[in-house]
């Protein structure tokens, strides 16, 4: 079982930008695919980012795509989603998931990842 926790939702002006973090209890991400989605009130979950385990190759939402950047530490123990120009249609709840054997053509697809945080609320308002 891996559990996920994230961390660094706010409230942020329009503009502003916010870091959120993503960890694995007690274990590092060492094999595993780590995704980021999120889901607005009212709105159907949707993928934002997603960074494969072998080679760290990155793919976003076009939505996101140029504002929002995924990384990870050097030790495997953190994914970061890094989000500037923030619009108040990123406003949502945001998961960090995980899966160690996903395809090119499932990166995107919530249901192929077995393990899940949280989440971690991001509003953005004036």
């Known amino acids: 079982q891996v559990q996920l926790l994230e961390s660094g939702g706010d409230t942020v002006q329009p503009g502003g930008s916010l870091r959120l973090s993503c960890t694995a209890s007690?274990?590092?991400?060492?094999?595993?695919?780590v995704g980021w989605f999120r889901q607005a009130p009212g709105k159907e979950r949707e993928f934002v980012s997603v960074?494969?385990?072998?080679?760290?190759?990155?793919y976003y939402a076009d939505s996101v795509k140029g504002r929002f950047a995924i990384s990870r530490d050097s030790d495997l123990k953190t994914v970061y989603l890094q989000m500037n120009d923030l619009a108040p249609e990123d406003t949502a709840v945001y998961y960090c998931a995980a899966d160690r054997n996903l395809i090119l053509s499932s990166l995107r697809d919530g249901a192929q990842y077995d393990y899940w945080g949280q989440g971690t609320q991001v509003t953005v308002s004036s």
């Open positions: 007690g274990r590092t991400f060492g094999g595993f695919t």
């Open positions: 960074i494969r385990w072998n080679g760290g190759r990155t």
